[in-house]
């Protein structure tokens, strides 16, 4: 069997983001930005980020003969991940997000092309058969049960990830996914429509309860992050940085918490370097132009 760090699952795309602009277009409108970047996101930040913090990461997930495809390939390889697992077809797979950062927020426009014909629970499922792994991290898809089932089964450490759609947020089985779980880090917004509570704290609370073995970590943005100590909420404070752009800061945030307990820190400073890894990826445009390595880590933050 293969033996890795981090096993990463799910969507792989490619970003565009455009920034630094004074307003947003209205129909039929064209306005030019100042910034602007083509780069790879989803869970390529949270895979690109273990890899430069010294970890031993692969991939699993799908992509075809397309430029997208290819550029994500290439990317994943540079950056040292392990690609043997992700599966690739004949036609495209294109995965697109373009984000627009305005007024120091983002929205963001994806598409995505189907799988034809393919069980890619099952063919997840096989990887999983072939590797030896301390951490699953995977996207918290309807598909994800069965194979946090095969992790639990093997005491790996579940890490989950969830993408925004409000449907699947407010689902009982997103709740059964987060008790099977061992970490759990979404934002703000997701944890407060996944329990229907307006405050962090009442939403950590609830998150707490589905289960309280969970690692569950609220991200706040420019605030930080919370999360339990016992019976005790703590606090920390997030990096002082000037902020670029937010895209796939939380999945590179994902990538320090993973490093951090896989090297035997104590939560309180697992999050820490979750938030230092995040407050590096914020200076840059995309999750990974500016996130860290390991050395700068060392220098920086161990010192």
């Known amino acids: 069997m293969a033996n890795y760090d981090v096993i990463v699952c799910g969507n792989i795309s490619v970003d565009i983001i455009f920034s630094d602009f004074k307003k947003f277009p209205g129909p039929g409108e064209e306005i030019y930005c100042d910034q602007f970047e083509f780069t790879c996101g989803g869970l390529y930040n949270t895979a690109v980020t273990l890899s430069r913090l010294g970890l031993k990461v692969a991939i699993v997930g799908v992509v075809g003969n397309d430029i997208l495809s290819r550029f994500v ?89 969830v ?16 008790k099977k779980s061992d970490l759990f880090t979404p934002n703000l917004k997701e944890a407060l429509i996944i329990t229907g509570e307006e405050d962090g704290k009442k939403a950590l609370k609830q998150l707490r309860l589905l289960n309280s073995n969970n690692n569950v970590i609220v991200k706040l ?15 920390v404070t997030a990096m002082k940085t000037k902020v670029i752009d ?58």
């Open 73 to 161: 390939l290439e990317n994943l390889e540079k950056e040292g991940v392990f690609v043997e697992f992700l599966k690739v077809f004949d036609y495209p797979m294109q995965s697109l997000s373009v984000a627009f950062n305005y007024e120091n927020d983002r929205s963001i426009i994806s598409y995505e092309d189907k799988v034809k014909n393919f069980d890619m629970e099952a063919y997840i499922n096989s990887v999983m058969d072939k590797v030896n792994t301390n951490v699953l991290h995977i996207s918290a898809t309807k598909m994800a049960e069965s194979t946090i089932d095969i992790a639990n089964k093997r005491n790996i450490l579940v890490s989950i990830d």
């Open 163 to 178: 993408s925004w759609d409000e449907e699947w947020l407010r689902s009982l089985k997103l709740k059964r996914i987060i």
């Open 221 to 235: 943005g420019s605030e930080g992050a919370i999360y339990y100590d016992n019976d005790e909420i703590v606090s």
């Open 246 to 303: 937010t895209t796939g800061a939380g999945d590179v945030f994902a990538g320090g918490v993973i490093t951090g307990l896989l090297k035997k820190f104590e939560l309180k400073d697992a999050v820490k370097l979750g938030n230092y890894c995040g407050g590096y990826s914020v200076r840059g445009l995309g999750g990974t132009q500016t996130s860290p390595y390991w050395n700068q880590v060392k220098d920086e933050f161990l010192h």
